[in-house]
């Protein structure tokens, strides 16, 4: 039996999620959350086997999530679900630790068939996401300033691109101030920018933010 963690901050998604997985044999669904928060709170009490996770959520979003599970359970399976196309954030996701990428538009049979393949500790890897990334290894000079961020620069590029402010994002991270800046100029830097709203339009340009 897989147990499966649901993350969405959409109760609809959830509970066709639930629904779906309540007629596969080997799955059972043994929690859900609606932030990033309540999933990390979830990993810590165990149980779980695979977790399946939105990006985009309130609070803390499924990227802040998922370098916190990597932290402390790596070995956890976490298959993003997502509504944005793989192009966007697959690749970057894939190299900071998901075990798998799926659009919300997919085949549902797709989610099943990922879902056993991380609980067997492997990677799930469409075709397209694959031809991406043996595009990054072959050192192709066209990939996105975005996917040039660590784990941490990417979460705070995202979180600056929304609007948030450094002080609440330092409270939020348990950063300093001073570590966050840090974070924010190294990020201007890789991606060439000048100020808070040439990031937000950069990630509204390239389907980052909603």
């Known amino acids: 039996m897989i147990r499966i963690a649901i993350v969405d901050d959409h109760a609809m998604v959830r509970a066709g999620l639930r629904q779906f997985f309540a007629d596969q044999a080997d799955f ?20 779980v086997d695979v977790v399946v996770m939105d990006i985009s959520m309130p609070g803390q979003s499924g990227v802040d999530a998922l370098a916190a599970i990597r932290a402390r359970t790596p070995e956890l399976p976490v298959l993003i679900l997502s509504g944005f196309a793989e192009e966007h954030y697959a690749t ?47 050192g192709g000079g066209d990939k996105p300033a975005h996917e040039q961020l660590s784990e941490r620069e990417l979460q705070v590029f995202l979180r600056l691109a929304q609007g948030e402010t450094i002080g609440h994002m330092a409270e939020s991270l348990s950063l300093s101030v001073k570590t966050v800046s840090t974070y924010r100029t190294r990020v201007m830097e890789k991606m060439g920018l000048a100020s808070n709203s040439d990031l937000t339009y950069y990630a509204l340009k390239h389907g980052l933010i909603q």
């Open 28 to 47: 059972e669904v043994v929690a859900e959350a609606a932030n990033g928060r309540d999933a990390l709170d979830i990993v810590r009490r165990g149980g």
């Open 92 to 138: 970057t996701l894939l190299r900071q630790g998901a075990s798998g990428y799926l659009n919300k538009d997919c085949d549902p049979e797709e989610i099943v068939k990922a879902i056993r393949t991380v609980a067997r500790g492997r990677k799930y890897i469409t075709a397209g996401v694959a031809e991406r990334l043996a595009e990054g290894l072959g």
